[in-house]
């Protein structure tokens, strides 16, 4: 039961922003969003997350919209090696949750 | 950075045999998980653990066991394997922290039942 949308694929040049949008319409007041990657043949890899406030670190910026509905994932300067399957979860966080449930993710290509 | 390991990378085994997936995790998490990944089904979780002994199934046990004898330590157990159960693995781990939200994924496994 998929709690958020993403488009299927997106392409981007390298050098520029690329930026992965997620609806998740459905998300409660204690679900956070989270972002992972997963490059060719290895385990995913943890991006960013966030609750309400926009977030950034070292790896990407995440927006979220004021109504929580949405949120934009940005990598500020796409390489190559940014290609991958990007996947937005909308979790619980609290004690005793413990599942994230993956669905198909986007699949970013970076283009030279 | 927490580091995951798990035994293999390619595995080959043949339809009954019993398989012993293992996984090892660096930072003292409390929480450890095992996913299946197939095309078009997304990760699906097997079985995870919240602390040493402990176990809980996930979406997808049947077939599989697990043990937790040491804090660092997750294994999986195909008792008699099956073409089926021809995936890629993943193990992962998270700190049992209230609040903790980050998952710490293994380089996978992938199996394939002959």
């Known amino acids: 039961d998929a709690k958020t949308t993403q488009p299927t694929s997106m392409d981007c040049a390298e050098g520029r922003a690329a930026n992965l949008p997620c609806n998740h319409s459905t998300i409660s007041g204690n679900e956070y969003v989270y972002w992972y990657r997963q490059i060719h043949s290895q385990g995913p890899q943890y991006i960013i997350h966030g609750l309400k406030n926009n977030e950034t670190n070292e790896m990407a910026s995440l927006i979220i919209t004021e109504d929580r509905k949405s949120s934009t994932l940005i990598l500020p300067h796409a390489t190559l090696r940014d290609t991958a399957v990007y996947y937005c979860i909308v979790a619980y966080s609290g004690a005793g949750s413990y599942q994230l449930t993956f669905g198909k993710g986007t699949k970013l290509s970076v283009i030279p | 950075d927490v580091k995951v390991t798990q035994s293999s990378r390619y595995l080959v085994k043949r339809t009954g045999e019993k398989v012993f997936l293992e996984c090892v995790q660096d930072m003292d998490h409390e929480n450890m998980f095992w996913y299946r990944q197939d095309p078009g089904l997304g990760l699906r979780l097997i079985y995870f653990?919240?602390?040493?002994?402990?176990?809980e199934k996930g979406d997808i046990p049947e077939g599989y066991s697990v043990s937790r004898e040491k804090k660092e330590r997750f294994s999986l157990i195909l008792e008699s394997a099956s073409t089926n159960q021809t995936s890629m693995y993943l193990c992962?781990?998270?700190?049992?922290?209230?609040?903790?939200?980050?998952?710490?994924f293994g380089p996978g496994t992938r199996l394939t039942v002959l």
């Open positions: 992962a781990s998270r700190s049992g922290a209230s609040g903790s939200v980050k998952q710490f």
């Open positions: 653990s919240y602390d040493v002994k402990m176990k």
